[in-house]
Every structure is written in C-alpha cells, then in structure tokens.
C-alpha cells in the first residue's frame, strides 16, 4: 500500500487512530516472517526523554510483536 505525504490514513491495532505520514512510503507484508522495526523520532526527542521512557517504549515494542506473530 503506497503513503502519500499528508494523506490521512486509517490504521490501529487496538482501535481506529490517523496516520498522517511526513514522508512518502508504503507498507507491505513480510514475505519471509521476518520483521523489521524501525522507529523515528521527531526532532524534540533527545536522548534523555527516550532513556525516561524506555519502559513503556520496551512494552509497546513487545506487544506490537506479539499482535505480529498472532496475525502473520
């Protein structure tokens, strides 16, 4: 599925929430039931703010895995 920058799109893995992407792109199915997990950070997010949040970014990373594997 082709992304357009700044088009709205209608994603969630636990409900409805809009995807607005800053960059074109697209989103395909894994072919080799391998995943790749990339994360961008805004411009405001430092070192220290990640550090502070490693907990709750380590959890959501786990249960995006999880859903994965359930539905791959």
Same mark, same amino acid.
Not at 17 to 24: K, L, M, T
């Given at each position: 599925? %082709?992304?357009?920058? #700044?088009?709205?799109y209608?994603? #969630?893995?636990?409900?409805p929430?809009? *995807?607005?992407? &800053?960059?074109?792109g697209?989103? =395909? ?7 790749? $997990?990339? *994360?961008? *950070? #805004?411009?405001?997010?430092? =070192? %220290?703010?990640?550090?502070r949040?490693?907990?709750?970014? =380590?959890?959501? $990373? =786990? &249960? %995006? $895995?999880?859903?994965? &594997? &359930?539905?791959?």
């Open positions: 599925m %082709a992304m357009n920058i #700044g088009g709205a209608l994603v #969630g893995e636990r409900g929430e809009v *995807f607005v992407p &800053r960059q074109s697209s989103i =395909a199915q894994p072919s080799s039931g391998q995943v790749s $997990v990339h *994360f961008h *950070f #805004g411009a405001s997010a430092d =070192a %220290a703010a990640i550090s949040h490693q907990g709750q970014i =380590a959890a959501a $990373v =786990a &249960r %995006a $895995v999880a859903y994965g &594997r &359930r539905n791959l």
